[in-house]
């Protein structure tokens, strides 16, 4: 697994909408409509996460979701951080 460029990252970026590089991670906050449905999506990410051994940081603040994705073996934004950016996505609907 390698650390993607920045033209990398900005291509796959442009495929995400809302995801964003900052520092080297990226990044996306949610607004669900309840306590209940952030946490419920929480769960969901954290079973698929656990299912691609690959973990994101998450930070919950009542209806809002904030995913922080990187890889830390190569100190920066991998393949494997988009991938689970659009799992992310796909579970949050």
């Known amino acids: 697994m390698k650390k993607l460029t920045d033209a990398e990252i900005r291509t796959e970026l442009e495929k995400l ?3 964003r590089k900052q520092g080297e991670a990226i990044t996306k906050t949610f607004e669900l409509p309840s306590f209940a449905r952030a946490v419920e999506v929480v769960n969901a990410v954290a079973k698929h996460a ?5 973990h994101p940081d998450m930070l919950i ?3 809002k979701l904030t995913f922080t ?8 934004v991998s393949a494997k951080d988009i991938e689970l950016a659009k799992n992310v996505d796909q579970l949050a609907k």
Not at 50 to 54: E, K, P
Not at 69 to 76: F, K, S
Request: aromatic share 10%; proline share 5%.
């Open 17 to 19: 909408p809302g995801w």
């Open 50 to 54: 656990d299912s691609v051994d690959h």
């Open 61 to 63: 603040q009542y209806r």
């Open 69 to 76: 994705l990187n890889t830390h073996d190569v100190g920066g």
